[in-house]
């Protein structure tokens, strides 16, 4: 791992997680029904947010974010995953995609313009990939940009765009055409205020309500030449990713975090509950639900975290995530559904958080690439590896 | 300015937390340190004044064993600008009248325009401290402030009880405590977390407060007798039926409740 003066050391991260389990058990936790109801994140909190460095904790020091490393970022996440998803997905895409392609990828006016607003919350970024017609799949992406005299003007329209109502920026991914008809994916920087950018109203969705989707729409937005992620032609889809796969690694440790929030709230529940004279906690059935969920916690725990080290050393940049992401999110689906089953009437009344959890968590299946996705890039991945050591 | 912060450890207030049934002391090891909650307060003005005039110094001041240096370590990240440790073995087990006497000795050692202090701790509740300090410094104190007023020459605040509110004001160098009607601390960011390990911190004896040890190295009061709390009895049973009105209103009646 490339540890450098500007690396957390272990010993602050041990403090930084400390803080970070204390704020969210004491500031968060108790403002997760009226985030909910609300659907909306209270202002004072995401003050609070912002103060504490969220914004930027994966952003590095030298523009003034916090630069854990992989590891500490997962480990991060799965504390963040304790709570209602809605409060991490307030700076998800800061750490996350904006983020990682512009201070990774990005050029030096690129790296001054857009990264202390975007580590410090000044600035909220959102990620535009997701089509009608292209989701996982970037390559049937119906969004252009067309070369003009000062730039780009980009066309097209982008659906379920995470944070877009309240975004400054929107990391835009667009088809490029050439003279010779070859079309390659660009990704653009696009300020949310640029004339021809309209928003739509923000989507009614299953679960985690304060987290705000909307479509958004480009109407030959022009932007200039600086606009093109990285300067050159190629530079901000690999890039792109690049960070996709560590957001898997990052998911993945939010399903965790999930996960384990619904078996405390599991064994919390099933210690109080009766059935007769005795706590349902002592019905082996009951005891054997929470046994598989501990196991799933315990495994997805490990492998996000083994994960993260493949990731971080470039050991495996490509299966490891893909692995975590499908094992994690679908391990998180069945221990809320058991969650929901040892709660009985309880866990379908909205008074008790494992309700949530169990719509909240659905959608980790769905985004950053479908669980039918990554067994595809796990699957395809192996062969490639089999078939160049023959 | 120079504004000293008394700072306490104490186990968690949400633990559960013991004596030693040897020692009579508060057994530290079995729960988690923290600063005590009240004087987190305290230090949040003394940074927030910090922000917003240039020039002030905040100092954290402990007396404590060295496993204290975390906790202290943590006002540092929380903001204050650099940390004072006092520890000696001496001071095993001292009292509340020795604890002052050296506290007294580290801000004279350290120099101070205004001391903040939380008005009591919340493991020994004994609350005598920020005054017997001021007596000792023969400075004016301004007890269990809800708020704060500060500037060059004067400190000046509310002191909020239930029936009344005092207006106070006292000429500085003088003593204040914050009660748990004060503003609420603020979390230790990351970047402060880092920044804390970077910051001054001084780790003093009695020895090197330049008072005569003899007066400040034996407690005055002396425990005769400790017990442990006797555990919970079982409590009372009201079985709903055609009496229970009147036996619920009868227990409340005999306890005093209605």
Redesign the interface.
């Known amino acids: 791992m490339n540890m450098s003066e500007n690396s ?1 050391s272990q ?2 991260f041990v ?2 997680l400390g ?1 970070l389990r ?2 969210i058990r004491e ?1 968060v936790m108790p403002l997760e029904r009226e985030i909910a109801e609300g659907d909306a994140i209270p202002e004072s909190l995401r003050s ?1 947010a912002k ?3 969220l914004f930027g ?1 994966a952003i590095g020091q030298e523009w003034g974010g ?1 630069g854990l490393d992989p590891v500490q970022e997962a480990e991060l996440a799965i504390e963040l995953g304790y709570t209602s998803l809605a409060f991490r997905s307030m700076f998800g895409t800061n750490n996350g995609i904006a983020g990682q392609v512009i201070s990774g990828f990005g050029t030096d006016s690129q790296k001054e313009t857009w990264l202390e607003g975007i580590a410090s919350g000044d600035i909220v970024a959102s990620f535009a990939l997701t089509e009608t017609g292209a989701g996982s799949n970037p390559s049937s992406m119906r969004t252009k940009a067309v070369t003009t005299k000062s730039g780009w003007s980009i066309s097209g329209e982008k659906r379920y765009i995470t944070n877009a109502p309240s975004a400054d920026v929107f990391i835009t991914f667009a088809k490029v055409t050439d003279d010779a008809g070859k079309s390659a994916v660009e990704v653009f920087i696009v300020p949310s205020n640029s004339p021809g950018v309209t928003v739509g109203p923000h989507d009614k969705k299953m679960g985690q309500a304060g987290a705000w989707t909307a479509d958004v729409h480009f109407d030959e937005v022009a932007v200039t030449e600086d606009a093109l992620v990285g300067g050159k032609s190629g530079v901000g889809y690999r890039a792109a990713m690049t960070s996709l796969a560590k957001g898997r690694i990052t998911i993945a440790a939010l399903a965790v975090g999930q996960a384990q929030r619904a078996l405390d709230e599991s064994l919390s529940y099933a210690a109080i509950a009766k059935q007769g004279d005795d706590i349902i906690g002592n019905f082996q059935l009951v005891q054997a639900m929470l046994a598989d969920q501990q196991v799933g916690v315990s495994s997805g725990r490990s492998l996000v975290l083994d994960a993260a080290r493949n990731y971080a050393s470039g050991a495996d940049t490509r299966i490891g995530p893909s692995v975590a992401k499908l094992y994690c999110t679908e391990m998180v689906g069945r221990v809320a559904d058991l969650a929901v089953q040892i709660h009985g009437g309880a866990g379908y009344i909205r008074d008790y958080f494992v309700e949530q959890i169990y719509r909240d968590v659905r959608l980790l299946r769905l985004y950053e690439g479908t669980s039918e996705i990554q067994r595809l890039i796990i699957g395809s991945n192996l062969v490639k590896q089999e078939l160049a050591s023959n | 300015m120079k504004i000293v912060v008394l700072v306490k450890e104490v186990p968690d207030t949400w633990g559960e937390r013991l004596l030693d049934l040897e020692t009579g002391l508060a057994d530290r090891v079995s729960s988690e340190r923290v600063i005590d909650e009240i004087v987190e307060r305290g230090l949040e003005f003394a940074i927030s004044f910090a922000e917003q005039n240039d020039g002030t110094e905040v100092i954290a001041l402990s007396m404590a064993s060295e496993e204290a240096t975390g906790t202290l370590r943590k006002a540092l990240a929380m903001g204050a600008d650099r940390g004072v440790l006092i520890v000696d073995e001496a001071l095993h087990g001292a009292d509340i009248t020795l604890t002052a006497q050296v506290l007294a000795a580290a801000l004279e050692h350290i120099g101070f325009d205004l001391i903040v202090s939380g008005d009591q701790s919340t493991d020994g509740a004994g609350g005598v401290v920020p005054s017997a300090v001021a007596e000792l410094l023969d400075i004016p104190q301004l007890p269990r402030l809800a708020t704060v007023d500060l500037n060059e020459k004067e400190v000046t605040g509310a002191h909020v009880t239930d029936r009344i509110t005092l207006s106070l004001s006292a000429p500085l160098p003088a003593m204040m405590s914050v009660s748990e009607r004060f503003a609420e601390p603020r979390f230790p960011n990351f970047k402060g977390i880092m920044a804390a390990k970077k910051k001054p911190f001084e780790v003093l004896g009695i020895a090197e407060l330049g008072k005569d040890i003899s007066v400040l190295d034996r407690p005055r009061s002396i425990m005769t007798e400790i017990a442990g709390k006797p555990p919970r009895e079982s409590g009372v049973k009201v079985i709903a039926d055609e009496n229970s009105g009147r036996d619920l209103a009868e227990f409340l009646k005999k306890n005093q409740l209605i």
């Open positions: 957390v010993e602050d403090e930084i803080g204390q704020f500031k609070q103060d504490l460095g904790y916090i």
